[in-house]
């Protein structure tokens, strides 16, 4: 089956990283967690782009003491330069709880977070932001989070195929 589009040759891969959770080392606790993405800067893809998907990968070990289950966002912010203190809310936070809101039970829960995002009005540079939050307050909960951004919507069109 031939493709009108090659769009594999589209494909812009922005290198995953590790989310570096303040929480992870020791614990999670009720109170909130905010950690930032990698900053990543548009104008190296020549603002080719007009949307991308921010996804995150997210593994939590609960303990055994207790119900294990975190509530984590994600959302994306902005800033016409690099550095952590210009940076500004551009997508409005959507949430998720990973783990087991109705047992009590050790297990390990991997579970994705993610968001569609328009890149019309972002200025140069932009993050992800995650804010975990432990709702079983136990101290020994841990969490691992790796994120990366899919970009799509390119202004330049994939070269056809012969069928």
Known sequence: MAHAYDIGSQ???VGSYRLVLTS???GITT???ESMGKEIDLWQY???????????????????TQTPACTVTLRMEDADTSGSTSFVAYTTAVSKVVGCTSELAATNYIDTISQ?????????????????????????????????LAFG???ILPPTTST
């Open 116 to 148: 569609d995002v328009n890149l019309s009005g972002a200025s140069r540079w932009i993050r992800q932001v995650v804010t975990v939050i432990n709702t079983a307050t136990c101290s020994s909960d841990t969490i691992t989070a790796v994120g990366c």
């Open 11 to 13: 494909l812009v891969p």
């Open 24 to 26: 992870h080392a020791a």
């Open 31 to 33: 109170a909130s967690t």
């Open 153 to 155: 919507g390119a202004s």
């Open 46 to 64: 020549k603002n080719h782009f007009a949307s991308c998907q921010s996804i995150v990968a997210l593994d939590f070990v609960g303990a055994t």
